[in-house]
């Protein structure tokens, strides 16, 4: 089974600043089957990037996802008040069971 | 448009077996490529891969919890059963349907349910 491991758990920033969050594999996804999801409070999670680096209807170009074999980072160059949620990642479909991260809480 | 539904009892017992029906609409799960997954997320928790099936009804099921789940699909209704034995207060969560589209690459678990709160308590 494939571990993903975020970090930081905690990010403090303010808005209008970098936010860099990392997703860490156990073992190499050959396939870069990696996405990226937001959740607020009360909400399904959002899907902001499959793929490692394919963004989502509706996903600003203020995010970013890359990254390859077992290191992913999603990036928002400047943080909006409506980008502070818990993030997580997931890899799926290729080396079930699919996982998820432990996820980053991203907060003002 | 792609919409998934989970409904199931919102209260169970301990011990008592748990089933959740995901229904969807706007595609099809005999479309190749195409997978429906389960996943739960306790109070204030991160989110758990409980169990997939694909297109062609392939099953995964999450490690830790195996033993007691099964998943299953009626394609005929557009429906994804799932079901967990052995409840207990741990299992407490919301649970939550998602799709994986598989018909372009790469896939994309693209449109989730908007979650059931299932409670275990005496």
């Known amino acids: 089974e494939i571990v993903l491991t975020q970090s930081p758990g905690t990010l403090s920033l303010s808005p209008g600043e970098r936010a860099t969050l990392s997703c860490r594999a156990s073992?190499?996804?050959?396939?870069?089957?990696l996405a990226w999801y937001q959740q607020k409070p009360g909400q399904a999670p959002r899907l902001l990037f499959y793929?490692?680096?394919r963004r989502a209807t509706g996903i600003p170009d203020r995010f970013t996802g890359s990254g390859s074999g077992t290191d992913f980072t999603l990036t928002i160059s400047r943080l909006e008040p409506e980008d502070f949620a818990v993030y997580f990642c997931?890899?799926?479909?290729?080396?079930?069971?699919?996982?998820f991260g432990q996820g980053t809480k991203l907060e003002i | 448009q792609v919409t998934l539904r989970e409904s199931g009892p919102a209260l169970v017992k301990p011990t008592q077996t748990l089933t959740l029906t995901c229904s969807f609409s706007?595609?099809?799960?005999?479309?190749?490529?195409?997978?429906v997954f389960w996943i739960r997320q306790p109070p204030g928790k991160a989110l758990e891969w409980l169990a997939r099936?694909?297109?062609?009804?392939?099953?995964y099921y999450s490690t830790s919890l195996r033993t007691r789940l099964t998943i299953s699909k009626d394609t005929s209704k557009n429906q994804v059963v799932l079901t967990m034995t052995n409840m207990a207060p741990v299992d407490t969560a919301t649970y939550y349907c998602?799709?994986?589209?598989?018909?372009?690459?790469?896939?994309?678990?693209?449109?989730w349910g908007k979650g059931t709160t299932v409670t275990v308590s005496s």
């Open positions: 997931q890899q799926y479909g290729s080396s079930p069971p699919d996982t």
């Open positions: 793929g490692a680096s």
């Open positions: 706007g595609f099809s799960l005999s479309t190749s490529g195409m997978s």
């Open positions: 073992q190499s996804l050959t396939n870069s089957y």
């Open positions: 998602a799709r994986i589209r598989g018909s372009s690459f790469p896939p994309a678990p693209d449109v």
């Open positions: 099936i694909d297109w062609d009804d392939d099953k």
